[in-house]
C-alpha cells in the first residue's frame, strides 16, 4: 500500500497544443470515456482521434480542478489517496473524490457544475479512497424527466447512490430516497471494514457491485457477495456468494441479533467488474479468502480465491472460473 503525496489530489486535464494546428478545443466535441475503463468490457480504448503518437508531446494543461479533499494521515490511517478515474459523458466529467464527495465538471473548461456531499463516515477506515462513479440512462423515461440521467457510487460506509447527472440531487425513486443499504444481510462489521471502493458495474439496467473487505483481520470477516441492483427501482436482482459449488449457506443471525444471508469470510471483489453483453456475462476478479496469509482453516471455503469468475448477467450464478493461484496465501488479488 502506497500513500499518495497531496499534490495528486489535483485533477488536470490535457489538450493537444500544436503551433502549426488551429486552437484544439474548437476541433470538435469532447471524446467520451462513460466507463471506468472506456467501455463495458473495460478495453480504456479512446476514440480521441486528434491525439496520436507523433503529436502527444505537444499535449498541454488546459486546466487543473483541486478537490481540496487532502489528509495526510492526521484524520485517517493511512490517509487519503486519490485514485480516481473520472468518467466523461457529453461535455461534462463526473468524479469522486475520496471521502465520497461527487464533482461534476466541465469537460471543456474544468468549471464545477456541481458537487455532491455524500457524508461518508469514515470511522476506522484504513483505506479512504474512491476509485470512480458509473452513469447510466433510462431508455423508458422521457429527455425531461428527472433522473432520466444518473450518477451512481457505492461508498466507504457501505451504501449505494443514485444522483440525477444534471443537478446532482439524490433520485428519490431509487432505494430509500436515493439510497441503498449494502450492508443489508452482511451481519456484523467492524468499523471501516466492510464498504465500496470502486464503480458499479452497469450491465442494461443492471447495476452490479463488490465490496471491500478488510480480508486480514479475522476468519470470520463480513463475507465478498456479488450483487446486481435495478438501476430504476434500487430491488435486489441476484446475489452471488463466492461458495464452492455445491455448498449452501442458511440464514443465520449473529451474536449482534443481526440476520446474516451471505457466507462469512468468502474471497471479495473490490476492483473493477467488466461485461460482455453479446455472451450476457459479467467478469469478476477476487481477492482473498480471509484471512490472506493462512490458510489452515479456510475448508475448502477458498475456491474462488484469486480468480477470475464469470457470473450470468441474468441469475448471478457462476458460468466458469480460472484460479490464478489455487490456495493463495500471498494476498496476490487478481486485480
Keep these: 500500500m502506497f500513500r499518495m503525496l497531496p499534490f495528486l489530489m489535483i485533477l488536470s486535464m490535457v489538450l493537444l497544443c500544436c503551433t502549426d494546428q488551429p486552437n484544439p478545443r474548437v476541433l470538435g466535441a469532447t471524446a467520451e470515456w462513460p466507463h471506468y475503463g472506456a467501455d463495458l468490457g473495460g478495453t480504456r480504448h479512446s476514440r480521441a482521434g486528434e491525439i496520436t503518437p507523433a503529436n502527444v508531446a505537444d499535449l498541454e494543461i488546459a486546466w487543473e480542478y483541486h478537490t481540496g479533499d487532502v489528509d495526510d494521515g492526521r484524520e485517517t490511517l493511512f490517509g487519503t489517496s486519490f485514485q480516481n478515474t473520472p468518467i466523461v459523458v457529453d461535455d461534462t466529467m463526473y468524479l469522486c473524490t475520496p471521502r465520497n464527495r461527487v464533482v461534476a465538471l466541465d469537460a471543456e473548461t474544468g468549471r464545477e457544475k456541481w458537487v455532491y456531499d455524500s457524508k461518508v463516515?469514515?470511522?476506522?477506515?484504513?483505506?479512504?479512497?474512491?476509485?470512480g462513479v458509473s452513469y447510466w440512462v433510462d431508455s423508458e423515461a422521457s429527455e425531461m424527466t428527472s433522473c432520466r440521467e444518473r450518477i451512481v457510487m457505492?461508498?466507504?460506509?457501505?451504501?449505494?447512490?443514485?444522483?440525477?447527472?444534471?443537478?446532482?440531487?439524490p433520485c428519490e425513486s431509487f432505494g430509500d430516497k436515493g439510497f441503498v443499504d449494502l450492508s443489508e444481510g452482511i451481519g456484523e462489521r467492524l468499523p471501516g471494514e466492510y464498504g465500496v471502493t470502486s464503480p458499479p458495474l452497469v450491465m442494461g439496467d443492471l447495476l452490479v457491485t463488490g465490496s471491500l473487505v478488510l480480508d486480514n483481520i479475522r476468519t470470520d470477516a463480513p463475507g465478498g457477495v456479488v450483487r446486481a441492483y435495478d438501476a430504476r427501482s434500487g430491488e435486489l436482482r441476484w446475489s452471488w456468494d463466492p461458495l464452492p459449488p455445491g455448498q449452501d449457506f442458511i440464514e443465520t443471525t449473529d451474536a449482534a441479533g443481526q440476520t446474516v444471508r451471505y457466507q462469512r469470510g468468502t474471497a471479495n471483489a473490490w476492483s473493477i467488474l467488466a461485461g460482455d453483453e453479446e455472451r450476457g456475462l459479467i467478469f469478476v476478479p477476487t481477492g482473498n479468502t480471509t484471512p490472506d496469509y493462512y490458510g489452515g482453516d479456510r475448508d475448502g471455503l477458498d475456491y474462488y480465491s484469486s480468480s477470475i469468475v464469470a457470473l450470468d448477467a441474468e441469475t448471478g450464478k457462476a458460468r466458469w472460473r480460472f484460479q490464478t493461484v489455487h490456495h493463495d496465501v500471498w494476498d496476490y488479488d487478481v486485480p
Excluded at 121 to 131: E, F, M, N, P, Y
Excluded at 154 to 169: F, K, M, N, P, Q
Design 121 to 131: 463516515d469514515t470511522t476506522g477506515a484504513a483505506l479512504v479512497l474512491c476509485r
Design 154 to 169: 457505492g461508498t466507504l460506509d457501505a451504501r449505494l447512490i443514485a444522483l440525477d447527472a444534471e443537478s446532482g440531487r
